[in-house]
C-alpha cells in the first residue's frame, strides 16, 4: 500500500491511469460504498489493478478531502459484497489490501485492487459476463464488447492457443518446403539431433506440429503445425484474422515504403518464413563490431540478438484470433514491433524477466529448436541488455486497448543521450543535472530528446514502481527541471522555455472567436516561411486558421473556408459521403488527402467524410498515427477535442 499524508501528495498521486478518487458519503454524508465502486473493481481487476481512495471529491482535475464518517459500515459494505457473487463473480480483496489513513484530520479509505490472474478473468458483475465486464483505459472505466469477454474466457482456460488440434486438416495443408528449410536450419543449430534422421511428417509430428489426445484418441494437425509450416489457403482457415506485414521506409518521416514483405501469393505466407524473411530485413544494416569468443569471430552482435529475440516473441505471444495484423517495421531511427493480444505477464514484470506465460508454446518450442528465441521468462530482459550493450535508448514497450488489443515494442536506434541533447543540458542545468539520481535523470533526458514526458513514457523507463515515477515527477518541477503542461491524466512535462503549445494556448478562447488573438500577420513566423498570405482575422487566403506556435494553417471551421478551397475538401469527402462502406485502404488515402498541408480536427473530418468521430479515431486515425503516417498537433494531450491530425511529410 502507499501512503497519503497531505493534499499535496493526493495533488501529486491524481496524475495515474492506476488511480481513482470517490467520494463515498452515501444519502446521510456519513458514508457509503459508491455503487460506481464496482466497474472500477472490474475494470482494475481485468487491467493491471490499482488504487481507488474513498472519501475525496474530484471536480475538474481538482481533489478535495472530505473523508468518511462512517468508515467501519463502508469497510463492512466493501467486504459483504465482494463476496456476494451475484454483485461479482470472484473476490481478489483481502484485509491487506484495504487501509484507513488519515489526511487533513478525516479518513479516507485507499483499496488496492490486484490485477487478476490470466485463470481469473474475465471478473464481471451481476452475473453478467457479456455485458458486465470492464477494463481500464485512459479515460477511465470502459465496458468490454462481446469479443473482448470471449477472448478471456478463451485465455482462462487455455494454457496455450497452439496445441488444439484442427479438425479436417491433414499433412497436405503443409508447405513441404518451408518444413525441409526448417530441418536444414536444425541441422546447422543441432547437427547430431535423431529427429533429422526421421522423415519428415514424423519430425513433423515430434516437434509439435501433429498431436494425439490421449483421453479422447483424437489425433491431427495441431494449430501451432499450421501457423508455423501451413500453406497460405490452411491457415486462412485456421486463423482468418490472420496477416503478417514488414514495412521498412528509408526516411523516419515519410509514409513511402522502400521494401514491404506481406503474403502476397509469391510464397507460403506462414510464420516461419515470414521470420526468416524478415530477420535478414531487419539485421542487413546493423554492424558487428570485432569480437571474439574462445578464440572464434562472433558474426553477429547483442543488437542482432535483441532483434532476433523481439521477432521471435511478436510470433509466438501474438492472439492470432485478434483484429490486428502481425507488424513490423524499419526505419533509420527505429524497429517497431506489433502483435494482436495483450500480454499475459504485465510489461514492467515481463522487463524484469523470470516469469513467462507463452501464448504459443509449441511454436516457441519450434524456434528454440533452431536456435531462435528465448527460455521462457528470459526474452524481453535479453532484448533491453541487447539494447543497453549499443548504447541506444531504453526500449518501450506497451499495450493498447483501440482500435484492437494489441502489445507494441519500440526499439529506437537513437543514442542514449546524443551529444546535442548533453550539450543542452549542460547549458541548462550545469552540474546540477548530474546529481539526479537515475530515474530523474531518465526522465529529463527523455524529456530533452523527446520533446515532452508523461506519466506513462516515464514508467516505460523503468522497472520501479509507477508510485517513484509519480513521485518523481513534480520533484523535478519543484527543482525547476521540468515545467507541466495540462492537469491530471492529460498532463506531460517539458524543458524550461520548451514548453509544447497547448490547444488552450493555441486557440484563446473558442476556436471560431479569434478577435483576442495578440499576434499580428508580421509574427506569424511559419506563415512567412511558407509564402502565406495571412489575413487580419488570424486566417490565411484559404481561411484556414494561423497560429505562430502551429507549423501548419489548421482547419477549424469548415463556413470559414474559402468557397473554390471548401468545394475541394468537400470533393476529397465526397467518396466517404456515397458510400457507406469503403475498404479501409480507400478510407486512409482519403483522409491522408484531406490532412494534406494542414491540420483538421476529427470533428471536421466528421463531416467531409460522412462518418462517426469515434469510428474514424479507432479504425483509421489511430492506426495510421502508429504506422507514421499522421502526427498530432498536440502529441502530449492526445485526448484533446481540439486535436489535429496532419499527414507527415
Known sequence: MFHIN???????????????FKLAQGKDGKGKLPDDFWPTYSAMANSRGGYVVLGVREKSGNL??????DIETVQKQLFDLADNTGKVNINLLSNDNVEVTVVEERQLLVINIPAARREQKPVYLKNQPMKETFVR????????????????????????????ILK???FDDIDRDSLSTYKNLLAVAKPQHPWLELELFEMFKQLGGWRRDRQTSEEGITFAGVMMFGTWDAIQEAAPNYFVDYRE????????????????????????????????????????PFELQQGIRLDESKAHEAIREALVNTLVHADYSGRSSILIIKRPDLFGFRNPGLMRVPPEIAVKGGESDCRNRKMHQMFLMIGAGERAGSGIPKIYSGW???????????????????????????????????????????????????LEQMIVTTAAIEGWVNHERACQLTSKHSRDVTLALPKLVDKG?????????????????????????????????????????????????????????????????ISVQLNKPYVD???????????????????????????????????????????????????????KSQSLRQNYLKPMITDGVLQMAFPHTPNSPLQGYTTVE
Request: aromatic share 8%.
Open 168 to 170: 479436417g486438416f491433414n
Open 249 to 288: 521506409r528509408d526516411e523516419a518521416n515519410t509514409h513511402r515504403w522502400i521494401d514491404r514483405v506481406y503474403p502476397d501469393g509469391s510464397w507460403s505466407g506462414n510464420v516461419f518464413d515470414f521470420y526468416r524473411r524478415t530477420y535478414r530485413k531487419l539485421t542487413t544494416d546493423l554492424k558487428v
Open 481 to 545: 527541471f521540468l515545467i507541466a503542461n495540462g492537469i491530471k491524466k492529460d498532463k506531460s512535462y517539458s524543458l524550461p522555455g520548451m514548453e509544447l503549445p497547448s490547444p488552450e494556448d493555441v486557440f484563446t478562447n473558442t476556436l471560431t472567436s479569434l478577435d483576442n488573438l495578440t499576434h499580428s500577420k508580421e509574427s506569424l513566423t511559419h506563415s512567412a516561411s511558407n509564402n502565406e498570405t495571412v489575413l487580419d482575422d488570424g486566417r490565411d487566403a484559404e481561411g484556414r486558421f
Open 137 to 164: 483505459l485512459h479515460e477511465g472505466d470502459h465496458r468490454c464488447s462481446e469479443e473482448q469477454v470471449k477472448r478471456m474466457f478463451a485465455e482462462q482456460v487455455e494454457n496455450s492457443r497452439d496445441d488444439k
Open 64 to 69: 478535495t478531502v472530505v473523508g468518511i464518517e
Open 388 to 438: 543497453e550493450w549499443a548504447k541506444w535508448r531504453k526500449p518501450k514497450l506497451y499495450e493498447k486497448h483501440v482500435p484492437s488489443e494489441q502489445t507494441l515494442l519500440e526499439l529506437s536506434t537513437v543514442s542514449l543521450i546524443p551529444k546535442e541533447v548533453t550539450d543542452l543540458l549542460s547549458a541548462l542545468f550545469g552540474d546540477r543535472f548530474y546529481e539526479l539520481n537515475e
Open 6 to 20: 497531505d493534499q499535496i501528495d493526493l495533488q501529486t498521486l491524481s496524475e495515474s491511469a492506476e488511480l481513482e
Open 557 to 611: 471551421d469548415l463556413d470559414a473556408l474559402a468557397k473554390e478551397f471548401s468545394h475541394r475538401l468537400n470533393a476529397l469527402g465526397a467518396q466517404s459521403r456515397e458510400q457507406s462502406r469503403l475498404d479501409v485502404d480507400t478510407m486512409k488515402k482519403l483522409i491522408s488527402e484531406l490532412c494534406k498541408g494542414h491540420y483538421i480536427p476529427v470533428s471536421v473530418l466528421e463531416v467531409l467524410l460522412g462518418r
